[in-house]
């Protein structure tokens, strides 16, 4: 069974003194969803494409997908949440990263920075696409 684990460092620091540890937020878990996709009340056909096309690629490496749930329904696993943002163009790359909590993940930018967040999460997850497509 495949096994995907996201591995977060995290470094708190304070006036005298830093903390280091090494935190996980399991997506996939022995062969079943850890976690499920957060999708806002009005996504944006952009950002919606983004998240299916992430999903698709994580089943097609993991064997599964995650569950996609509407923005406040209750889910006892691991969350990954989205807010989709205006940027500037030069801008329209920088994504943020943050875990307001253990059990949630919140990547939030333009719907290309988001997508290219999830694309590192594949990443991460190990998939590799050496030279997509028919010649490939």
Request: aromatic share 12%; charged share 20%.
């Amino acid at each position: 069974m495949k096994f995907f684990r996201l591995f977060l460092t995290m470094f708190l620091g304070a006036a005298s003194a830093s903390a280091f540890w090494t935190s996980s937020f399991d997506i996939i878990e022995d062969g079943s969803p850890a976690a499920a996709l957060v999708v806002p009340a009005s996504p944006g056909a952009e950002l919606l494409a983004h998240i299916r096309h992430f999903n698709g690629e994580l089943a097609k490496s993991a064997g599964t997908a995650l569950p996609e749930l509407a923005a406040g329904k209750k889910w006892d696993g691991n969350r990954i949440e989205f807010a989709a943002v205006d940027a500037p163009f030069k801008d329209r790359s920088k994504y943020k990263m943050e875990f307001p909590n253990s059990k949630t993940m919140r990547i939030s930018g333009t719907p290309f920075a988001i997508r290219i967040a999830l694309n590192n999460l594949l990443e991460q997850a190990g998939v590799r696409y050496p030279f997509p497509g028919p010649d490939g």
